[in-house]
């Protein structure tokens, strides 16, 4: 089956979506995660990209459906992908469901965490990623631990160059205008679970786990 997971950036979409895809064999597609790694070949389309992440808008829809599509034609993904942090507007939505369909393939369910915006902003400033093992931690909520690699004494913590207080509120701004929409599309469709997202990490996952389940049953 393959998922959309949705929420506010710092709602805990990439820290679920790790969990999911240990528990259901599942693919994370994270289009964040694919324009960091066009920023990090520090080109010129890549620093343009950047350019955009730190302003807190979106990216173009042109260039998310390129990156989106490579991943969906992929038969080695096919039925089991997690959305993270896509769609992010109505027309990304819908370009969504055709690619699906020219694949054979549909969304199954959309599971939005909701979270207030004072948590969000703690969350995003305390986010620190492992250069070793790709890890999310958190200074204030999950204190950054012996890495999966067990490889720490080379690794970094890492801050996103968009998570500071100015481009969070852009960011949060964004969301409410561009990407909140998208919820009643899938609203619409019958496919789509709120989950309450302040509760604590396995709270959350154990909750997922659940929904998904009997889904896929
Ligand atoms: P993207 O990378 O998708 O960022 P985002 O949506 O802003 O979301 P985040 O990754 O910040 O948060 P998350 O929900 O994954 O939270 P996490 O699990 O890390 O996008 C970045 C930018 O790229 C966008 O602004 C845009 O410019 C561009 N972009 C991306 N996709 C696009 C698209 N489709 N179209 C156009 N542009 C696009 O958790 C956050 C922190 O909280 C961590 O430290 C974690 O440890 C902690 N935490 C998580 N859960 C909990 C919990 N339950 N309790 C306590 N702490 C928790
Ligand atoms: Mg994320």
Redesign the pocket.
């Known amino acids: 089956m393959n998922l959309v997971?949705f929420?506010?950036?710092?709602?805990?979409?990439?820290?679920?979506?790790?969990k999911l895809v240990k528990e259901f064999n599942l693919f994370q597609l994270?289009?964040?995660?694919?324009?960091?790694e066009e920023v990090s070949k520090k080109n010129d389309f890549g620093n343009k990209?950047e350019e955009?992440?730190k302003?807190?808008?979106?990216?173009?829809?042109e260039?998310?459906n390129n990156l989106?599509e490579n991943k969906i034609s992929n038969p080695e993904y096919k039925n089991r992908i997690i959305f993270?942090?896509?769609?992010?507007?109505l027309d990304?939505a819908k370009s969504l469901d055709n690619l699906l369909k020219k694949y054979n393939q549909q969304i199954s369910l959309a599971l939005n965490?909701k979270?207030d915006n004072q948590?969000l902003v703690k969350?995003?400033t305390?986010?620190?990623t492992c250069s070793v093992c790709n890890k999310?931690?958190?200074?204030?909520?999950?204190p950054p631990k012996t890495c999966d690699l067990k490889d720490c004494g080379q690794r970094k913590l890492i801050t996103?160059s968009?998570?500071n207080e100015d481009?969070i509120v852009k960011?949060l701004k964004?969301?409410d205008e561009k990407?909140f929409p998208v919820l009643d599309y899938y609203l619409k469709k019958g496919i789509m679970k709120n989950i309450d997202?302040?509760?604590?990490?396995n709270?959350?996952s154990d909750q997922l786990f659940t929904i998904i389940g009997a889904v896929r049953s």
């Not at 999310?136 to 999950?142: A, E, G, H, L």
């Not at 997202?197 to 990490?201: A, K, L």
């Open positions: 997971i929420g506010p950036p710092g709602a805990g979409k990439g820290t679920q979506s790790a994270s289009t964040g995660d694919l324009l960091r990209i955009i992440m302003s807190g808008g979106l990216v173009s829809d260039i998310i989106i993270d942090g896509f769609p992010r507007n990304q965490l979270v948590i969350r995003i305390g986010r620190v999310t931690f958190n200074i204030f909520f999950d996103r968009d998570d481009t960011r964004t969301y990407t997202g302040m509760q604590d990490i709270a959350i």
